[in-house]
C-alpha cells in the first residue's frame, strides 16, 4: 500500500444557516479545500462525499454528483456513504483505500449537512433512523434516551461520575471559544451542565452535541505524488481502522464499552506502529458527554472506568497532557452528522501543520480522531502524523 | 491487482411484500448467497450494503450494521453506499475494489429496497430526491417526466422510435415469464405499450419500470482463495469501470447520449480486454424504455440511432444475437432501488453459471452488467467471465 496524505483543507462555519443550501455549503468547503491544495480541479479523479440524511431532511439524495456538479469536477466518478455519525469517516476511509491500493492518485473527500431548517421533532426523527427503526425507534428510543440508558450503565458499573462527566463539555465550550469555525461561542461551569434543561436523565441540554449545518472536505494525494502542488506541511494518513457492531442496543456485548472502538482504534495502531501513550491530541466523538468518557477510554487513553476522573483532572484540557477535542467537538463546535467527521480530520490537519492559532496544541505531530455511529455499531479511527 | 471472483450469489423475489421487513428481506437473500458460496460466516471480513432510500421510506438508514446483525456477521465494518438507482453497483465496486487491492479476501456485498409499503405520491418523492431538489423537483420533474424529455429528444434526433421502443418492454415482459425471481409475469404486446394507461408523453404505464421490494447479495473472494471452498463455476469479474455527470439535466452536454455510461464502458472494456462485440449478453439499465435504446447505444453494441430498430428486428431478445435483460429487467423483473445493481449481477453469475434453466443463453461466458443513477449522473459497468 502506498502512502496517503491530506493536501488540502476546508471548511465551513458551522452553525443555523437558514439562507444557505446543500450547494452553497458545498461550495465553500469543497472550493477552499480544493484551494488550500493548490491542486488543479482537473486532477481530482474521484469524489467520495458523505451525507446522513439529506434524503429526509432536505429530500435530497444522490448527493455525489450534485457534489461533483456544484465544484465543477466534470465526470469523474462519485459515492456517496452513509454510516449515521460515522458517514464523514466512512467517506474519507473509502477515499483513503483508493488512493493507497493505486486506482486513483488525488481524490476529493467530503462531507455535509443541512439539519437546521427542519423542526426539532424532524430533526429528531431523522437522528432516530440511525437506530433500529422496527425494534428500537417503534418503542420510542431516541439517541438522548439511547445514550441515557449508556451513561446509567456507566453510574452502576464504576460509579456516579455526573460532575466529573459535565467537565466534557466545560472543556469542549472553553476550546470552542478558540475556533472561529465553532458553532457555539459560549462559556459553561459544571454547574450549568448539572442544572441545565433536562432531556433524558442523567442528561441535560448541556450533555448533548448541537444540531447543525456544515460541509468540510479533503484533498488527499498519494505521498509521493503530493509534492507536486501542495506548499503545506504534508499530513500523512498513518492509520485506519474500521469496525462494527450491532445496531440495537440488546444485541450488543457490554453497554460502557464500544466493541467497534476496541476493533477500529487495535487497527489504526497497529498499522501506524504506536500506542495510545504516542498520541499527542484526539478529537473524540463526544455526541453526549458519557460519550466522550468511555471513547477516551476504549481508545486505551485511560483505564477503564477511570476516564471522567481524568477529564475531571484537566488531563485532556487544552494545556493537558493529551488534549481531547481541541476543536470544541461536537459539543460545541457544532455536529452537522455527515460533515462530523471529516470537520475532526480537519482540526487534526489543522494541528499538525501548526495553523490553530490560539487553541494551538503544544507539539502536535500525531493525532488521532474518532468518530462513532449509532449507538456504537460503527466506529472509524484515523491517525495523522506531519512529515 | 488481484482477480476477484463472484462465489456465492442469492436474492429474494422481487415484488409487493407487505407482511416482510427490511431485515426479512436482507436475512434471506443474504442467507442464500453466504450458502450459495458454501462459506463460513468466520471469513466474510467486510459488508458493503447498497440502499438507496430506506432513510425516508422507513425511516431507517445505518443499514451497514443493520445488515450484520441481522446475518449474525459480528463486528465486521460495514458500509452503505447510495447513488439512486446505481447504489447496488456502487456498493459491489467498493468491495470488489478492496479485495482486488488485497485489504479483504472475502467480503459480502448486498442491495435491498422496500418501496411497496408507501403511497404511490411518498414512492415518487422519494425517487425523484435522485434529482435536484432545488433546480428540477421543486420545479415539478419527477423520473418518468424527466426521461420522457430524453424520449422527445431522442425522438427529435432520430427519429420518432415509439413503437420499436415499445419492444424493449415487450422483450422484457417475454424474459421474466422464465424468470421465477421477476415481479411481473404477464405477456404484453406493442399494442399494450402503445395504448396503456399515459404517464408522460410518450411514456405509458408499460414503458416504466416497477415499484419492487426485494434484497439481492453476492459473496466476492480473491479468486486464488476462492477454491477453498466454492463448489460452483467461478465468475470472475474482468472489468469494472465507473464514471459520473452533473445532476442536473439542464447542465449536460447531451440529452440522448450518457457521459457516464461512455466513461464507465470505456474503463470496464479496457479492463477486460474486450470489445463491445465480445458480450455474450447483458443486463442493461431499463428504467424506462427510452434508457434501454440509449444504453445498448453507449455500450457499443449498436451505433447511435440504430438501437430501436435493432430491438425491434429480435437481434436483443433471448434468441437473439446479444440477449438484453434475460432476467427480465427493471422493467419485468422488478426495480427495488438499492437492490437492482446487485440482481443484474445475479442474473449474469447465473447465466455464467448455466443455472438460467428456461431463460438459459447460449453460450452465455462473457456477461455485461449496466447500472445507471439519476437522469445519467451516476453509471457503473461490469464484465463477467466465467473460468
Known sequence: MRSVSVVGIGETKMGKFPERSLRDLILEAGTKAIGDAGIEKERI?????????GSYWSLQSHMGPLGSEVLGLGDIPTLRTEGACATGSLAFRQGLMAVAAGFYDVVLVGGVEKMTHRQTETVTTGLASAADADLEVSLGATF???FAMIANRYFFEYGNVREQMAVCAVQNHDNALLNPDAQMHKKITVQDVCNGFPVAYPFTVYDCSLVSDGACFVVLAATDVAGEFCKKRLVEVAGSGHAGDAITMAAKKSLTTFTATLGAARQAYEMAG????DV???EVHDCFTITQIINIEDLGFFPKGRGAAAVAAGRTALDGELPINPSGGLKAKGHPIGCTGLSQIYEAVVQIRGEAGARQVKNAETGLTHNLGGSGATCLVHIFRGR
Chains 1, 2 share one sequence.
Open 280 to 282: 499527542d491530541f484526539a
Open 144 to 146: 438522548p434516551s439511547l
Open 45 to 53: 479523479e474521484a469524489l467520495y462525499l458523505g451525507n446522513y440524511n
Open 274 to 277: 504506536i500506542r495510545p501513550a
